[in-house]
């Protein structure tokens, strides 16, 4: 690997295993900012940027995270995520953090916001509730009042009036980053063994810490880098299309082994919040109704987003044609009801469209891989078997 | 301690027997008769706006827990994972999915009507949601979305109820009209409304009875009977009304009688220990887990799930004054689309105001609405009370989440901690 590639793939290794947010302390004494994290998945992170502070992705606390007191808040059934998220707080590692956002996405993640209300009494929490209803006068007029209260709130967090302009130009610098992503997945879906999985979403989820700005930037860089890569050659993978990790994110050593099965994962709704907005937010004209018009009518299809009308699926559908996918891999984490409730319907759908389909699941802190690895490197086969015949 | 239990044979339990089979027979043949049913849920529901369309409203939880006691839903539960369905997810939904497939024969075994509309009243529960999704792939009809947001600060804001209102005008009233071919009738509702509230405040009556000792009622286990109708398709009609009035009348008496309550093996005569519970009960074994309880001496006084429904205690009533107001306000204030402070905040002053002894939270499986986050509302009603918590696990109908031995174990060693922490012998 080529010295610069290095720095930036050991940059975003460093984001992703430093679970003390060293690069989110190191900002704010850099600028004398302020941080504000969220849960998964969506938020309207332009007005935590519009006001000058830093929007923090909170994704648990992956592989790395040994649990010691997080373990007594939830039941053996409930998902891993927010035991992780609780352990983080508890051990002070997110006391750099000067609020939380809880969006609505699903019962654990609701009440963990009411959770956090108790269990520290001081810092700001706010519930993000995003409509189900996506009639501007209806639902819009719901969510554009949510979002102007959350202006306000970030405004009195960061210290100063948050202005029309100021979000304007955050709308702008988000609708860069994700033309950025849009890029990256574009290329990987083109040629994936040039942008190697576990790269691949370390960039992706260097943007839950990053500045948009910088993100971007690194996005970008990473684009040029890559290619420059003699050494990586295509393989004779099958392409496949992960749903199900919207949330709790599987360790990256579980995409790798996917990977290394036989699989180029060529499209997936991982860290799907930051790439929720399907299309660039308005620019122009009042900029909590571009917001708010972006999530009602542009928002990505997603387990804990009603579908009105009868084409569950059909995203994922388009994305398996657009990807040039083969099959598809449901991979959820275990007692995630969103996306297990969500699977059956999808199943349903691909068997219509006579889409090959395999499932498993998975928690964040799982380390065997093996029986993962035989079933993904079976099913590559058999869908490589069976687009031959 | 019990007493036998012929003496105890109540009116208002035969009436609701008859009411809840009636209510199954007018299903059976709704759509021969020309009727037109709804299906929705317990949480929210909008049942005097639909009753007020003339048509039926049908409760797949209902069904499912009745499934359950019926010892139905173990089968059903299999045959959902059979097609496809996570182990892991909520079991009221594949136990009603599990039904379907089995050819949707309700739990009084007739046959239940294809939906007509389904109103997916999201209150308090995101399965909510996947659930009619599920059922909408199954069935051909219009699918009506109330979206009812989270109260996380246990407060209703305006916005909050005007969005709900909206949708109301926009979406669902616009769908009614159109599946039962009736015009809106605001009066007719708003008369609905008014028997809601004359139930409501009986209700509220009842259950408020157990702050006597000792209590007349048992607030859970017996508690789910007496929410039955109001929770389901009775709210606004002269049944109901019949049905609260005739409990308020026997409910008095108990008390002027000094009377325990009635349980499945007669009455309860000696009153050892009052709890406040939190969380559903298990309805597979239902009698069995009641039992556990009763022969201990231990009543609960007041619970959490039998406000899943409404908080009528608090203060809400139906308003005829304000029709879709109220009704917002309703979906809004449920149990479980309170924020878990607010959850606090209750069960809290369930343990001061109705003098419990214990508080104990059966956390099932199934349901992240109610379990996430109850071990802390455990330790936070422990260190607000200053009594010692019981915490015990099991499903709402999944039989294989019922380990009696080892719930029996655990509420009786708690019920005996909560014994020697107080001394020995004494009772109430
Ligand atoms: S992993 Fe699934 S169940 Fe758990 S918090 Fe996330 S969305 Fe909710
Ligand atoms: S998760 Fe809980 S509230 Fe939701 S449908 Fe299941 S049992 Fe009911």
Redesign the interface.
Do not use: H, W
């Given at each position: 690997m080529r010295p610069a590639l290095k720095t930036l793939v050991d940059r975003v290794t460093f984001l992703y295993e430093d679970l003390d947010f060293t690069a989110v302390k190191e900002w704010k004494e850099r600028t004398g900012g302020k941080a504000v994290g969220y849960m998964p998945i969506y938020v309207p992170r332009e007005i935590i940027h519009a006001a000058g502070m830093l929007p923090v992705g909170v994704l648990g606390g992956g592989e790395g995270l040994e649990i010691i007191r997080g373990d007594?808040?939830?039941?053996s059934?409930?998902c891993h995520i927010?035991r992780s998220t609780v352990e983080l707080a508890l051990s002070g590692r997110l006391d750099c953090m000067d609020g939380m956002l809880f969006p609505?996405?699903?019962?654990?993640i609701?009440?963990?916001?009411?959770?956090w209300?108790?269990?520290f009494p001081d810092r700001y929490v706010?519930?993000i509730?995003v409509?189900?209803?996506y009639?501007p006068?209806?639902?819009g007029?719901?969510w554009r009042?949510e979002i102007a209260e959350l202006r306000a709130d970030m405004g009195r967090i960061a210290g100063r009036e948050i202005s029309d302009d100021d979000i304007r130009n955050s709308i702008k610098v988000y609708n860069e980053n994700r033309a950025a992503l849009d890029d990256l997945y574009a290329a990987r879906s083109r040629t994936p063994w040039v942008y190697p999985i576990a790269e691949l979403y370390l960039v992706l989820r260097a943007g839950c810490l990053l500045p948009p700005e910088e993100h971007t930037a690194l996005i970008r860089e990473y684009l040029e880098l890559a290619p420059q890569e003699s050494d990586r050659k295509d393989k004779d993978h099958s392409r496949v299309v992960i749903v199900g990790s919207f949330c709790e994110q599987p360790p990256v050593g579980l995409l790798q082994t996917l990977e290394r099965a036989g699989c180029w994962i060529v499209g997936d709704d991982l860290i799907l919040g930051l790439r929720w907005l399907l299309r660039d937010v308005d620019t122009e004209g009042d900029p909590i109704t571009a917001l708010s018009d972006a999530f009602l009518v542009h928002s990505t299809e997603a387990?804990?987003r009603?579908?009105?009308g009868?084409a569950?699926g059909s995203q994922l559908i388009a994305s398996v044609r657009d990807n040039d996918a083969e099959g598809v891999i449901f991979c959820a984490p275990?007692?995630?009801?969103?996306a297990?409730?969500?699977?059956?319907?999808l199943?349903?759908a691909l068997d219509k469209a006579g889409i090959p389909h395999t499932q498993f699941?998975f928690s964040e802190d799982t380390g065997q891989f093996a029986v993962i690895r035989e079933q993904a490197g079976t099913f590559s086969d058999s869908i490589r078997l069976w687009s031959e015949v | 301690m019990t007493r036998p239990v012929d003496a105890d044979k109540d009116r208002s339990m035969e009436l609701q027997k008859e009411m809840i089979a009636g209510m199954f027979d007018d299903l059976a043949t709704a759509h021969e008769d020309g009727k037109k049913v709804v299906y929705t849920f317990v949480p929210g529901n909008l049942t005097e706006l639909i009753r007020s369309f003339d048509l039926l409203p049908v409760l797949p939880e209902i069904n499912a827990l009745q499934s359950g006691m019926r010892k139905l839903s173990g089968g059903y539960i299999t045959e959902a994972e059979k097609q496809g369905h996570s182990e892991d997810v909520c079991t009221y939904v594949k136990c009603d999915l599990g039904m379907l497939k089995k050819g949707n024969v309700g739990p009084t075994g007739k046959r239940l009507p294809e939906p007509d509309l389904l109103l997916l009243s999201y209150t308090g529960c995101f399965t909510f949601m996947k659930w009619f999704e599920l059922l909408k792939q199954e069935y051909d009809c219009p699918v009506a979305m109330l979206h009812v947001p989270y109260q996380p600060d246990g407060k209703i804001h305006d916005h909050q109820r005007e969005y709900i209102v909206k949708q109301m005008r926009t979406e669902l009233i616009p769908k009614l009209e159109q599946v039962s071919g009736k015009k809106y009738d605001e009066d007719r509702l708003k008369e609905m409304l008014a028997k809601s509230a004359k139930a409501e405040d009986d209700l509220v009556h009842v259950l408020e009875s157990a702050k006597n000792r000792p209590s007349p009622i048992d607030a859970y286990f017996g508690g789910v009977y007496y929410i039955g109708p109001m929770f389901t398709a009775f709210r606004g009609s002269d049944q109901g009304l019949e049905y609260y009035r005739l409990l308020r009348e026997e409910v008095d008496a108990r008390v002027a009688a000094g009377l325990g309550p009635v349980t499945p093996d007669g009455t309860m005569t000696k009153e050892k220990f009052r709890l406040v519970v939190e969380g559903p009960p298990n309805w597979t074994s239902f009698r069995e887990f009641w039992k556990m309880f009763y022969e201990e001496d231990a009543v609960v006084v007041a619970s959490s799930y039998t406000k899943v429904g409404g908080l009528y205690d608090r203060g809400f009533r139906h308003d005829p004054a304000r029709p879709l107001e109220s009704l917002a306000d309703y979906c809004l204030g449920c149990y479980t689309n309170l924020g878990l402070p607010s959850r606090v905040e209750l069960l809290e002053e369930y343990v001061k105001e109705y003098e419990a002894d214990g508080f104990m939270i059966n956390s099932v499986k199934s349901c992240n609405s109610f379990s996430a986050g109850q071990l802390l509302i455990l330790r936070q009603i422990e260190e607000r009370t200053g009594i010692p918590g019981g915490f015990i696990e099991s499903d709402l109908v999944d039989p294989r989440y019922f380990s009696a031995a080892n719930i029996k174990n655990r509420i009786e060693s708690y019920l005996q901690m909560l014994e020697q922490k107080r001394g020995a012998g004494v009772g109430a």
């Open positions: 007594a808040y939830f039941q059934y409930i927010p609505s996405i699903c019962d654990v609701r009440n963990l916001s009411g959770m209300n108790m269990m706010r519930y509730d409509p189900q209803n009639d006068e209806v639902g007029s719901f009042r387990a804990s009603y579908e009105p009868n569950k275990s007692f995630c009801d969103p297990l409730l969500d699977q059956p319907m199943v349903t699941k | -």
